[in-house]
């Protein structure tokens, strides 16, 4: 499975099985790991092994279960984006691996014993990783001409970034998002506005690793 096939088979799940990742498997997950911290400057960390995130009332009233394994979004303060883009990264990375994930901002306890927060640094969130009770269910693609705006005709790679870029996890499938071709060809992203604006940077990350997979990284040029 390329990353282009994960992003279409890939679904947020929260009930998981007991069955530990494979020695390879987690191999595979910490170089991308070691590779995303040297690539964007942030501290993620995979935990492996570890029940407690997901074993009180926060992990049942978001109906999670069986999660032992989880990607610890560690970070310096203002790397929101940074940790969306390449924290889904990993997560297509995992479904290439046949693991699942969900991305989780609130509904998990906290274990400083697990991870290092550095001083300047603060805990995103978690992603969770194992092999699901379920593969998860689509939500309905809405359609992207209400998430962009371009001058002139519109290129097929431009089309097909969005189209991937909709297939996105984002905070409650807000998708509060959007996207502009500009008359030189690069393209802008930007978050729109809303009440619930906590973790919009990161879901821009998020998006923009879609639209980049999607369209081809080599025809994307990003506008200051």
């Not at 990783?129 to 379920?134: A, D, I, K, R, V």
């Not at 690069?186 to 919009?200: D, E, K, N």
Request: hydrophobic share 40%; net charge neutral; proline share 4%.
């Amino acid at each position: 499975m390329t990353l282009q096939e994960a992003i279409v088979a890939r679904h947020s799940v929260r009930q998981y099985i007991d069955r530990p990742i494979e020695a390879d498997k987690t191999a595979r997950l910490q170089q991308a790991v070691a590779e995303a911290n040297e690539a964007a400057g942030l501290h993620l960390q995979l935990v492996t092994g570890e029940p407690r995130a997901f074993a009180g009332g926060m992990a049942k009233y978001g109906k999670f279960s069986g999660i032992s394994n989880y990607l610890a979004l560690v970070a310096r303060k203002g790397l929101d984006e940074q940790v969306g883009y390449h924290g889904e990264l990993i997560v297509l990375l995992a479904q290439t691996l046949g693991l699942n994930s969900c991305w989780v901002g609130l509904t998990f306890s906290k274990q400083p014993s697990s991870y290092c927060i550095a001083p300047g640094e603060k805990l995103y969130g978690v992603i969770s990783l194992g092999y699901g009770l379920n593969q998860g269910v689509p939500h309905p693609h809405k359609p992207i001409e209400g998430f962009y705006t371009a001058s002139g005709e519109v290129p097929q790679w431009f089309r097909d970034g969005m189209e991937a870029a909709l297939l996105a996890p984002t905070a409650m499938n807000m998708q509060k998002f959007g996207f502009e071709l500009l008359p030189d060809g690069s393209v802008r992203a930007h978050t729109r506005f809303s009440l619930i604006g906590t973790y919009l940077r990161i879901d821009l990350g998020i998006a923009k690793c879609h639209f980049e997979l999607g369209a081809g990284k080599g025809n994307v040029r990003w506008a200051d």
